[in-house]
């Protein structure tokens, strides 16, 4: 399997508004291709926007951003392309009524079917069935032996339910979903989520695994390793270093706030569930782009991206706007 080559990621006064305020603003990115980029903060500080944003999913409100060359919001379509997203609630989640095999035979299907140009794709087709099987196989294989599932393990082995697996392993499952595509970015939220502290560690071992490789890894944490590439959506701060002058993520092996003017107050950040949860309405199939591929988002064209919607409780149904508690306060004493 030849060495993935990750995709950079470049970006300036990034901010994310939606129908209920900022998810995030200011944040500002510069990492090398094969970094392992962690979004820390608290849950509801904007972190799985980001994420979203990132990877072209979300089309952000203001500032800029290049990720492996392609400039958002003009070629979010193509980062699509290129980034894949690993375990995101609400966006990409397992069937739990599908096994282990079922759906790396699915992904690898959809791969072969809908990534790549379209001559690719005749190519494929006109290749003898014997041969495409193996080549699935073999780079289902490959993404098993990056995350680290061994399905020799599992309670009945591929035919294991994905309702039966344990959180890490489930995990680990998303991650090999997401890498049979050999995406040049790899996008994972809540790593941290229900975890021990061993197992938070050999997660990040894994993404760390990922990112030696050459893949990008952006990942969603509550806290990160010291190792990693740190933004962290509480403070709208991107640091990895004391010594770091501005709010760019920079390597190196510690972390500490940030002398940038523009972001040394911290900001009341708004919750992105709505925000989310409009994400996952656009599924993760049917997207048609600039040459008419299918990606993992649902949308149409090159700018196709994900609008921002208020899908929460506590809107106005005729207005479409959010119902403050000094409104429903007022309302009573009417």
Do not use: Y
Request: aromatic fraction near 2%; proline fraction near 6%.
């Amino acid at each position: 399997m030849d060495r993935p080559r990750g995709a950079a990621v470049i970006a300036g006064g990034l901010g994310l508004k939606g129908p209920r305020g900022w998810a995030f603003r200011s944040v500002d990115i510069d990492v090398e291709p094969g970094s392992l980029l962690a979004i820390e903060g608290p849950s509801g500080s904007g972190r799985t926007c980001l994420l979203l944003a990132l990877t072209g999913r979300m089309r952000l409100t203001e500032g800029h951003a290049e990720v492996g060359g392609l400039p958002m919001p003009r070629r979010m379509a193509a980062v699509r392309r290129i980034s894949a997203l690993g375990h995101v609630p609400g966006v990409s989640e397992l069937d739990p009524a599908l096994t282990v095999a079922e759906h790396l035979r699915e992904r690898a299907l959809l791969r072969r079917r809908f990534d790549g140009s379209l001559p690719e794709l005749f190519r494929g087709l006109l290749r003898p069935r014997a041969e495409r099987a193996a080549d699935a196989q073999r780079q289902i294989d490959e993404a098993l032996d990056a995350s680290g599932l061994a399905l020799g393990e599992l309670p009945a082995q591929g035919r294991t339910p994905v309702r039966d697996l344990e959180r890490l392993e489930a995990l680990r499952l998303s991650v090999a979903l997401a890498l049979i595509g050999r995406p040049r970015l790899l996008a994972v939220d809540d790593t941290d989520l229900k975890l021990s502290g061993s197992e938070r560690l050999a997660v990040w071992q894994l993404l760390r695994s990922v990112a030696d490789s050459g893949t990008t890894v952006v990942a969603v944490s509550s806290e990160a390793p010291a190792d990693a590439i740190v933004v962290n959506t509480a403070t709208t701060t991107a640091t990895t270093s004391p010594s770091a002058p501005t709010a760019i993520a920079s390597t190196g092996p510690g972390r500490g706030p940030s002398n940038d003017a523009r972001a040394t107050a911290p900001r009341t950040l708004q919750p992105c569930a709505a925000d989310k949860s409009a994400a996952a309405k656009s599924g993760e199939s049917g997207e048609s782009g600039e040459s008419g591929e299918s990606g993992e988002s649902g949308e149409s064209g090159e700018s196709g991206e994900t609008n921002v919607q208020n899908t929460g409780t506590g809107q106005n149904p005729q207005t479409g706007q959010g119902v403050t508690a000094d409104a429903f306060a007022e309302a009573g004493r009417a």
